[in-house]
């Protein structure tokens, strides 16, 4: 089942992109809400996620600051954005420099809003497959190891899954259960 983390400070948007997305794709996405990009980022590690969609204009932290956060934590997820303004300038910096695959403007329509999933849904699993047969020949040509293969197999599944911590004499440092609280 892939994965969706929805984030807006607006919990009435939240709720009605919910409703609107839930019906569609029930049986295939699991869908994460958030209204604050702190808390987004902190479900982005624990979760890997297909896709993020993010308001632009929020308090605290702005949506183009926070996917340009989550995407140094989940370089492979489908980046989204959700604005009330449509300014060309502002989607423009975000594609060019944020790789966002869509930029959507409130108020949407359900049939839009739908199409958009789909196609950012697809485009994430096609790129997964093309990242999968790029490391598939880059193992079989001798360029990486079966094990490299594998790890960024697991990477791919759930970030920060093979990156371990050691102290100054070899041992493994476990993370503690409070971190980021």
């Known amino acids: 089942m892939q994965r969706l983390l929805l984030l807006d400070d607006d919990p009435s ?3 009605a992109l ?9 049986r295939v996405l699991t869908i994460d809400a958030c209204t604050s990009g702190d808390e987004a980022l902190l479900l982005g590690e624990l979760h890997f996620y297909d896709l993020v969609v993010s308001d632009l204009r929020m308090p605290v932290m702005d949506g183009m600051t926070f996917l340009r956060r989550f995407a140094k934590l989940q370089p ?29 403007t409130k108020p949407w329509t359900t049939t839009e809003l739908v199409d958009h999933m789909h196609s950012a849904l697809d485009h994430a699993r096609a790129e997964q497959k093309r990242r999968e047969s790029a490391s598939s020949w880059e193992a079989s040509r001798g360029l990486i190891t079966p094990q490299e293969a594998e790890r960024r197999r697991l990477e791919a599944i759930e970030p920060g ?19 980021g609280a």
């Open 13 to 15: 948007i939240l709720k």
């Open 18 to 26: 919910q409703r609107e997305l839930r019906p569609p794709f029930a």
């Open 76 to 104: 492979n997820s489908v980046r989204l954005m959700l604005t009330g303004s449509a300014d060309f300038a502002t989607a423009q910096q975000a594609v060019n420099q944020l790789g966002v695959y869509r930029y959507l």
């Open 161 to 179: 899954l093979t990156r371990v911590e050691r102290d100054e004499h070899g041992f493994v440092i476990m993370p503690s259960l409070d971190e």
